[in-house]
């Protein structure tokens, strides 16, 4: 009896459990009921080696492959993308949320059996029991009509922001771009409007900083134009200059060579001096001798006249002859005397001369280092007078260089405003 009880008991409960699994088969078929009702839509089940259990007519349109085909096919992958089974997407998308054991949905896409590839939107609905999948009920929604829908809706709404843009890029930024309040593309209003002020201020700008970079490089141009005129003057007259120079320096050359012929001069002179005053030695000598012999000569003549005087009148012509002789030696000594005194006098101014000249040579040796250090200083000025005169040449050079750069830049930045402008389309004339 206790036996009896026990299995009805445990009967009662597999009939419960089967109770249980019927509703829920009910709920799980009301579920798609509603789903079908409420729009088309295919759907299969997949057991979890994902293999297709079931599935509806909706499922064989959208796959275009048959029903014999799907149920003889190894997985649903190769139904979904039969290209490349691995890159099924609406799998990866299953699987994604059959792992996590909930329900979820995404966008993905399948292929056709033709090839074509549709998007389509996912439903997972993963049936668990003993908290395991059994098995899986995915649900696919064809999005090629919402997408037609909402290509056509978003085309017929965006044609104003198309309009606008388009103004934009023809130049005419002065529309202000109007969306209605119920428009998806309110919210664009303001960006593009943004736009195309921020391009307005930008073309102002552009045309402002190069009016500026014209009216710039036009002053530069004039002022480059002028320094290179002072710099032309400055290098003829600097050229003037180290002509001038070089032919002081020539003169310097001559007066140095002049100066050297007077020192030689004035040397000689000297020597001559010496050479005078060597003969006025021996003058001198030469009168002494005179002295000695007149003052013999009246020593004789006064022996004479004592003897002539003894002799009597024998003695009378001996002693005009001795007088003669005294008065002779005597006119000697005065005549010596005299050629003494001038002799002393043409070496006294002689001495003079030779100083002077000496003091002449030290003077012309004093000159003749001022002018060689004129001459070098001359040399040293002409050599930097050379340099700047090359250092003018070159800078000459560079500013001619830099004037055509200058003018070339103004010729590119008028070139870059008008190209800039034709891109915009802006009408050059009116800004």
């Known amino acids: 009896m206790f036996g009896k009880s026990q299995r009805i008991a445990e009967l009662e409960k597999e009939n419960q459990i089967l109770k249980e699994k019927l509703n829920n088969q009910e709920n799980e078929v009301r579920v798609f009921e509603q789903f079908q009702s409420t729009f088309p839509i295919a759907f299969f089940s997949i057991d979890p080696n994902r293999k297709i259990l079931h599935f509806n007519n909706d499922f064989i349109k959208i796959t275009e492959f048959s029903s014999q085909e799907i149920k003889n096919s190894n997985g649903a992958a190769a139904i979904l993308w039969p290209i490349n089974p691995p890159d099924c997407k609406v799998c990866k998308l299953a699987m ?42 995915i649900l696919l929604r064809d999005q090629r009509g919402e997408i037609e829908k909402r290509e056509s809706y978003m085309k017929s709404e965006s044609a104003p922001v198309i309009e606008t ?27 593009v409007n943004n736009i195309r002020l921020n391009i307005s201020n930008i073309i102002n700008q ?37 002509k001038d120079i070089s032919n002081m320096s020539n003169h310097t050359n001559s007066v140095t060579k002049s100066l050297k012929n007077e020192l030689e001069l004035a040397n000689k002179t000297v020597e001559s001096m010496d050479q005078i005053n060597e003969q006025v030695v021996l003058i ?11 003052f013999q000569t009246n020593i004789l003549s006064l022996n004479a006249a004592v003897e002539a005087a003894t002799a009597g009148e024998a003695g009378k012509g001996f002693a005009v002859v001795a007088q003669e002789v005294r008065n002779l030696a005597s006119r000697s000594a005065e005549a010596a005397k005299d050629i003494k005194n001038i002799v002393e006098a043409a070496t006294s101014k002689a001495n ?39 250092g003018i040449e070159d800078i000459n050079i560079a500013i001619n260089e830099l004037s055509v750069n200058i003018k070339q830049s103004a010729e590119v930045t008028n070139d870059s405003q008008k190209d800039t402008f034709e891109i915009l389309h802006i009408d050059l004339e009116n800004k």
Do not use: H
């Not at 029991?129 to 059994?134: D, R």
């Not at 004039?222 to 032309?232: D, M």
């Open 96 to 137: 994604k949320f059959i792992s996590e054991k909930r329900s979820g949905n995404g966008e993905a896409f399948i292929t056709t059996k033709s090839g074509k590839t549709i998007p389509v939107y996912v439903y997972i609905v993963p049936i668990i029991e003993n908290n395991e999948v059994i098995r899986s009920y």
């Open 352 to 390: 003079n001369g030779k100083e002077i000249s000496n003091q002449m040579i030290s003077g012309f040796e004093l000159l003749n280092d001022s002018v060689n250090k004129m001459a070098e200083i001359i040399q040293y000025v002409t050599s930097s007078s050379i340099e700047q005169q090359k």
């Open 206 to 242: 552009i045309s402002n900083s190069t009016t500026k970079i014209l009216d710039m490089t036009n002053k530069s141009s004039n002022s480059l134009s002028q320094t290179t005129k002072t710099i032309e003057d400055l290098t003829e007259k600097i050229s003037q200059n180290t």
């Open 284 to 294: 001198n000598d030469s009168i002494s001798v005179i002295d000695q012999i007149s």
């Open 165 to 191: 843009l388009q103004n934009i890029i023809d130049g005419k930024i002065d529309q202000e771009l109007i969306i209605d309040d119920s428009s998806e593309l309110k919210i664009l209003e303001n960006p």
